[in-house]
């Protein structure tokens, strides 16, 4: 099961489904370990609450960009959350917590369809909730999760804006696609936006940069650019949206906000953990 490192990318989520089931039944879970494809060490993102849990994007209280693969997340799941199935992994040898996939030797196949680059892997954690608004994350071009558009946009503004915030290891240009997936935004239509450039993913945060974009998008086209049911499901925060676009709180003081919460889940998962940097 390659799982993409983000808690909303619902493969996780059908895992722990399968272990409940196991146990319900007293069979054996066996999970053959796989990479985590933007690595071991990074984690951001908000921790939902455990009454807002339950539903494949947000199955375990855990966040967004857990840092962890496939089968540590079996053992805290099996642990922490009292599946407490007969579980069995299988890691893999010489993997490295550091390693981006690219640095794995391996080549890359799409874990789903729209899955299609590592860049669109390290963007979508941060920058996925954008996929709640009425707009195109680019599904069904050679890049989806790296562009974000809508007809009404204005590509070379919004890049610009979002250039003038000096976002270290990012940068942004202006684009045109045409988005081609059945039942997502705009197909068929040309969309003007903004295509995202990773630079330095040691320095990158697609976290800030998908709450400045989400803000930028209600300022620019408040008429045109809405909220659809599910934002704050996915961001893990039932309060985002009244605290980013409401009351119009800096992305920085969020981000700070979900301090706390982080640190007392990297201590969590040490136990869990199978490889080393």
Not at 60 to 69: K, Q
Not at 155 to 178: A, C, K, Q, T, Y
Not at 230 to 235: E, I, T
Request: with cysteine.
């Amino acid at each position: 099961m390659q799982d993409i490192g983000t808690r909303f990318y619902t493969y996780i989520g059908t895992l722990s489904l399968c272990m409940q089931a196991a146990r319900e039944n007293d069979l054996q879970v066996i999970v053959l370990d796989r990479p985590n494809p933007i690595g071991g060490i990074k984690i951001g993102g908000a921790i939902p609450s455990a009454a807002d849990c339950g539903d494949l994007v947000s199955i375990h209280p855990i966040p967004t960009c857990h840092g962890m693969t496939v089968g540590e997340l079996a053992g805290l799941f099996n642990d922490q959350f009292g599946i407490g199935c007969r579980l069995s992994v299988i890691p893999m040898k010489n993997w490295k917590r550091a390693w981006y996939f690219d640095e794995t030797g391996q080549k890359w196949v799409n874990p789903s369809p729209n899955m299609k680059t590592l860049e669109g892997a390290f963007l979508y954690p941060g920058i996925g909730i954008c996929e709640t608004l009425n707009l195109s994350v680019a599904r069904g071009t050679d890049h989806p999760f790296e562009m974000y558009g809508a007809p009404c946009m204005d590509g070379s503004r919004i890049s610009e804006e979002m250039s003038h915030l000096g976002l270290p290891g990012l940068e942004f240009f202006p684009v045109d696609f045409i988005p081609t997936a059945s039942g997502h935004p705009f197909r068929g239509q040309v969309c003007h936006g903004v295509r995202i450039e990773v630079t330095d993913r040691s320095i990158a945060d697609p976290f800030r940069a998908g709450l400045h974009l989400v803000q930028l998008f209600q300022r620019l086209y408040p008429g045109q650019i809405q909220w659809r049911k599910g934002f704050d499901a996915l961001a893990g925060d039932r309060t985002l949206w009244r605290r980013l676009i409401t009351e119009q709180e800096d992305p920085a003081s969020i981000l700070a906000g979900w301090e706390k919460p982080l640190e007392q889940f990297r201590e969590v998962r040490k136990k869990y953990l199978l490889y080393s940097e």
